[in-house]
Structure formats: structure tokens, C-alpha cells
């Protein structure tokens, strides 16, 4: 989230875009890291996307079986998730309750 009902959103063509959150869903629909959106591109700008609707991942796990969403789209993955991607089990992400 960037703040004024915008955030970057990562479209599966590979390219990153500005996504504006549209009016019905503001303050309804909350969107974090990792949700599966649909987005609507703009003709006239091509880096700016309208968010239109947020899927559930019950929505999302169809759309992936029939083939609308790619193989590696990950599903229900929050940002924690999305923090540590690519680390061992050995290694964490630097948060240590002892020192507390």
C-alpha cells in the first residue's frame, strides 16, 4: 500500500504497475501484500491499473485449476510469507524474543 487507495501491484505479464483502489471498495474491501486482485489497464496509461475486485482464495484456487491464473501464482501468501521467500529453515528473519 502506498496510501490514497494505492498500491503497487505485480501483474503476471511480469510488469509492475500503479493500481488505484476504485470507490465502491474503498474501506469495504481491504487489500494487503499478497492478495490476488483483478485489475483493469488503463488505454491511455499503460503503468497505471484500476483494482476492481478482490479474490478470496477459495476464488483464486479455482482460477488457478482452470487455467486462468499461471503455475507459479502463490496463493494465501501474506507478507510475512513474501519476507522470508528464499530463506533455509536454519535462517530467519532476524527477529530474536530473547533479547526482550
Known amino acids: 500500500m502506498l496510501g490514497n ?3 503497487e501491484c505485480f501483474c503476471f505479464d ?13 474501506k ?16 491511455f496509461q499503460d503503468e497505471k491499473v484500476d483494482i476492481i475486485h ?4 477459495d476464488e483464486a484456487r479455482n482460477l488457478k485449476q482452470y487455467g486462468e491464473l499461471p503455475e507459479h ?4 501468501e ?7 521467500e528464499g530463506l533455509g529453515e536454519a535462517e530467519d528473519i532476524g527477529i530474536d524474543f530473547d533479547e526482550i
Not at 511480469?14 to 474503498?26: C, D, F, P, Q, S
Open 28 to 43: 469495504k474491501v481491504w487489500i494487503t501484500a499478497g492478495d490476488i486482485v483483478l485489475v483493469g489497464k488503463r488505454d
Open 73 to 76: 501464482a502463490r496463493i494465501n
Open 54 to 57: 478482490k479474490y478470496t482464495a
Open 78 to 84: 501474506g507478507a510475512v510469507d513474501l519476507a522470508t
Open 14 to 26: 511480469g510488469v509492475t504497475r500503479l493500481g488505484h483502489i476504485r470507490g465502491k471498495m474503498r
Open 5 to 7: 487507495g494505492r498500491c
